[in-house]
């Protein structure tokens, strides 16, 4: 299955077992780097690989992997090899652990700065004083920039994740502290989880990360929220059928780190009466270009405004530009990631009794957008920008879905769209 998005980085893989002995995991990991060589060498869409000499760099990695002297150094070796590529569905799944930790708090981007967006009632950070609105302006030592965000967090919530952290934090009064937080550490079993186990996490997991969400209390504007591309082309349907009711709509895209290809281009049709081309794809072997229909009279027609932020990547990023570039409707909010482009993922498994998974996520395409531009490390720059200032995270307020509401012709404050999608904590 194709997909165009980076959240393969947070799949529920299966829980490895607690070596004893170090050397156990060396193997492991060494075995790791001779697949990764092998899946980039078969099916990296790039067969020159960007010029990387790649048999160079894993027995470099190999050297260390047997000179490393903890499992977190191993991981954080094999996924250096991929994150020379600077290729944003390029990356390492490592094996889960039997130990993970939970800081307490999310954060984001706005802009060009880090902030707190959510804070765990029960956290160690809470305790500390976090709340959302509280700038991160320093994360482990690190100053966190929109070009290597992305980076910190795969690194301190995939590859090593610590039990306590250090921040530098700036309120929304300006005051400024430093404080360390302890992280709750969650114990998992030891032994591989049935597949009816395995099924229901992942049924669990999915539901979380797919619930759209459709708000249409305001006579002729109707407000979707979609968090993933992952649907069909019934769901589709149903949700155009209830937006068709108003004269407008609000595409919230917002957090949205893409999926499917195909939950795209049913999307795309879905708000287009004619033949829309969306890009052009490059893999290995050809040049294609992919294109949709429009679906007629029963495409929505009406006014469009599209919500995008610093954590929008892949298919919402290719959306929002083909909006922009059929002159369809209006693009709101803050910078997208700049993650475009196409990758699959590879499966492995290591062990006999006690199986340990692992997997890749090799970009197959790239992708050129109709006007003849790369998305790829740009992303998509919304036509009016619009980005919740500190006291509006602190106090839940959404200008953001304010102002696309004010665009379309409808009263609705800050404080109104802050609880229409209301999180809850």
């Known amino acids: 299955m194709k997909w165009i998005f980076l959240l393969l980085f947070l799949l529920v893989l299966i829980p490895s077992a607690v070596f004893g002995q170090l050397d156990m995991e060396r193997e492991l990991h060494k075995q790791i780097l001779i697949n990764l060589k092998k899946d980039l060498k078969e099916n990296y869409y790039d067969p020159n690989l960007r010029g990387i000499d790649i048999e160079a760099k894993v027995k470099e990695a190999r050297d260390l992997v047997t000179a490393a002297k903890s499992v977190e150094e191993m991981t954080d070796i094999v996924a250096r090899v991929l ?14 652990r039997t130990v993970s930790v939970d800081y307490g708090f999310d954060m984001q981007l706005y802009g060009d700065r880090a902030f707190i967006t959510r804070v765990s009632e029960d956290s160690d950070a809470k305790k500390k004083g976090l709340r959302p609105g509280d700038q991160i302006y320093m994360f482990e030592g690190f100053i966190p920039t929109r070009s290597e965000f992305w980076l910190l967090k795969y ?12 921040l530098f934090i700036v309120k929304p009064s300006g005051n400024r502290y430093k404080v360390d ?66 004269t407008s709509a609000i595409l919230d895209l917002r957090g949205n780190s893409g999926g499917y290809v195909y939950s795209e281009r049913e999307l795309v049709s879905a708000f287009f009466d004619k033949e829309v081309m969306i890009c052009n794809v490059l893999s290995r072997k050809k040049k294609e ?101 500190p006291l509006d995270l602190a106090n839940s307020r959404d200008p953001v ?11 609705l404050t800050a404080e109104e769209a802050g ?6 904590k």
């Open 83 to 96: 994150i020379q590529f600077d290729d944003s569905h390029l990356g390492f799944i490592p094996p889960a």
């Open 181 to 246: 937080i302890d992280a709750q550490i969650n114990r998992e079993s030891v032994f591989k989880p049935s597949n009816r186990e395995l099924l229901l996490e992942w049924q669990r997991t999915f539901r979380e990360r797919t619930h759209q969400e459709l708000y249409n209390d305001i006579p002729g504007l109707a407000i979707w929220k979609i968090p993933a591309f992952e649907f069909s082309d019934i769901k589709v349907d149903k949700m155009i059928d209830r937006v068709k009711k108003g």
């Open 401 to 411: 879905l304010a102002r696309a509401a004010e665009k379309l012709g409808f009263e």
């Open 289 to 389: 270009i992919e294109a949709v229909k429009g679906d007629g009279k029963k495409a929505f027609t009406g006014k469009l405004v599209v919500l995008v932020d610093s954590e929008s990547a892949s298919a919402a990023e290719v959306f929002a530009r083909v909006v922009q570039l059929e002159g369809r409707g209006l693009v709101i909010g803050d910078q997208t990631s700049g993650k475009v482009m196409e990758a699959l993922t590879f499966d492995h498994y290591f062990g006999l009794d006690n199986v340990i998974g692992y997997a890749f996520s090799i970009t197959d395409a790239d992708l050129v957008m109709k006007d003849g531009q790369r998305l790829e490390k740009v992303g998509v720059t919304p036509d009016d920008r619009v980005v919740p200032t």
């Open 155 to 166: 690194h301190y919530l995939v590859l090593a994740p610590q039990p306590k952290i250090t």
């Open 419 to 424: 609880k229409i999608f209301a999180r809850k």
